[in-house]
């Protein structure tokens, strides 16, 4: 099996490539997403501990919590199946701050940014780089290093300018 060159696995979307785990129709309809003032959203740079702070995050409630996918993840079928999950929903994502629904700011819903050391970041990102057939190939650590310290990794939903 050949590997998918970068121009199939990458669209753009306001000027900001997005790898094909993100649908255009779901990037432009996030501002329609129903959010809910007890919903946590969960925002980092990819491979900074996402998933594992929402596991402690889940133990803090008494009630039930539903962890979910990232919000960017996927169709557009993905918000109403959002939509149809009871409440306490913890909702990560890797978007931007501008590009969050605006009712997840307009319903003033706990968010949560996580910030884990660069260096740490970059070999993780690596490793997931190097098995994630959805990305670009990387051939050497030194390779995806120079990309990841000029800002031109594309990370797991879009491609971010800063490493940290």
Known sequence: MSNPSETELIHMFKGIPF????????????DTFDAREDDVLLGSYPKS???????????????????TSPIEYGDVSRLEELNKLSSK?????HLDYNMLPSNFKNKNCKMIYISRNPKDTAVSMYHYYRE????????TW?????LFLEGDVLT???????PC
């Open 19 to 30: 790898t094909t785990r993100s649908s255009l129709e779901l990037l432009k309809s996030l």
């Open 132 to 139: 994630n057939p959805h990305l670009p190939t990387v051939d």
């Open 49 to 67: 501990g996402t998933h594992w702070l929402a596991g402690v995050i889940t133990k803090l409630y008494n009630t039930p919590i539903t962890l």
């Open 142 to 146: 030194t390779a995806f290093f120079d």
């Open 156 to 162: 797991n939903a879009n491609c971010v300018k800063t």
């Open 89 to 93: 929903r913890i909702i990560p994502t």
